[in-house]
């Protein structure tokens, strides 16, 4: 094993113990209703990953208000660190959804974000999503 190999070993070991949090990321089913029936179409959602992450607030973000369907809301950015060596069934994508299950700081606990990013790289100590909050 190279110097670089070892390195990254125990980078990921050591961002796997700060991924504190449960979470669930998942691709929402798409809405549909059957005028002709009545019926509702719509698809179930997607599970791409359930388990441990590191759920963090960007340091940088100031919480950009923006108005959405009239209503003002403000956006927090977020960096969600899975595991590195995470498989997944489909990869991630824009507009996926990523919600706290469980956390040591139950007020994270519910918390819903918005995949915005997705970052990959062969020397990462964790996988990284980027995601905001869009309360």
């Given at each position: 094993m190279s110097a670089l190999e070892a390195a990254l070993t125990?980078?990921?070991?050591?961002?796997?113990g700060l991924q504190r949090e449960t979470v669930r990321l998942y691709r929402p089913g798409t809405a549909a209703f059957d005028w002709d029936t009545g019926t509702d179409g719509s698809s179930a959602p997607l599970a791409l990953y359930s388990g441990p992450a590191r759920v963090k607030p960007v340091a940088r973000s100031r919480g950009?208000?923006?108005?959405?369907?009239?209503v003002n809301v403000t956006l927090r950015e977020y960096t969600v660190s899975l595991p590195w060596g995470t498989d997944v069934s489909e990869r991630p994508a824009v507009g996926d959804l990523v919600e706290v299950s469980a956390s040591p700081d139950a007020r994270m606990v519910g918390l819903r974000l918005w995949?915005?990013?997705?970052e990959f790289s062969s020397t990462a100590t964790a996988w990284r999503i980027s995601a905001e909050d869009r309360s």
């Open positions: 125990a980078g990921r070991l050591a961002a796997e950009e208000e923006v108005e959405a369907g009239e995949v915005t990013g997705i």
